[in-house]
């Protein structure tokens, strides 16, 4: 038990850590890809080709950032009371341009206010991670209907796309560190969503039928509103 605990103040470090470097990593790939960007544009065919293959890789970097930490901030680790409705409605604000720009569209249903206990850069990240996927496994006509209801002191909230489906076998596979089926994949998004959920003392379900949908559940355990 006690080296348990250890290792989880370690890894807490070791969180907080990666997400200052991040931070300070992500500006400098922004720079570079400008002057890149700027070098193409006097450069031979040859040079443009070998520029943009960097660029590309550059972008990569980029994405494995915006899996772990769109939303980190470095010196935010602790715990609060969390409305998800409210927690809902600002992800809906990043969540409807990027399904827009992918040919689908999102629909919130939240009844009410639902309160847990959690940590709100960390949760939004987790549940863009997840939105992400869909609008990614968009087919024709996307759609993702996100719902959140309370039911017996748990929260639930339901992602449920129409996009591509996910593979029975590969069910088993998903928050494995690097496991992706995209040629531009991190496989990183959905690790990062377990350990996060897990931290947050909440379980997460897959089920997925191959070009019908994917839905995930999510539950947490449900807290009475404290402050008013
Ligand atoms: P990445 O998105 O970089 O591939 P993730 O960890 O986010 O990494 O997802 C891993 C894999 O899980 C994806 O490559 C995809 O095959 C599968 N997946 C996850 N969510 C969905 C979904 N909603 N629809 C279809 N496939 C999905
Ligand atoms: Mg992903």
Redesign the pocket.
């Known amino acids: 038990y006690n080296q348990h605990v250890q290792v989880s103040e370690k890894m807490e470090m070791i969180s907080s850590l990666t997400a200052s470097v991040a931070h300070e990593v992500r500006n400098p790939l922004q720079v570079t890809r400008g002057f890149l960007q700027l070098v193409a544009e006097s450069s031979n065919e040859k040079n443009k080709g070998h520029i943009s293959i960097a660029i590309g890789e550059l972008d990569r970097a980029s994405d494995i950032i915006t899996?772990f930490l769109t939303f980190a901030k470095p010196q935010e680790e602790e715990f609060t009371e969390l409305n998800i409705s409210k927690e809902l409605k600002q992800i809906e604000g990043i969540i409807v341009p990027l399904a827009t720009s992918h040919g689908g569209n999102v629909y919130l249903h939240i009844p009410r206010d639902l309160f847990m206990e959690g940590n709100s850069p960390k949760l939004k990240q987790a549940l863009i991670?997840i939105i992400?996927?869909s609008i990614?496994a968009f087919q024709k006509d996307g759609q993702i209907h996100i719902k959140a209801y309370e039911e017996q002191n748990e929260v639930i909230i339901l992602i449920k796309d129409n996009g591509s489906g996910i593979e029975p076998a590969q069910l088993s596979k998903l928050g494995e560190p690097y496991f992706?089926t995209?040629v531009k994949?991190?496989?990183?998004?959905?690790m990062v969503t377990f350990r996060i959920i897990e931290a947050m003392k909440g379980t997460i379900r897959f089920s997925s039928q191959k070009n019908v949908g994917t839905e995930v559940m999510i539950r947490f355990p449900s807290i009475r509103k404290k402050s008013s």
Request: no cysteine; glycine share 24%; hydrophobic share 15%.
């Open positions: 899996d991670n992400k996927n990614e992706t995209k994949g991190t496989g990183l998004g959905l």
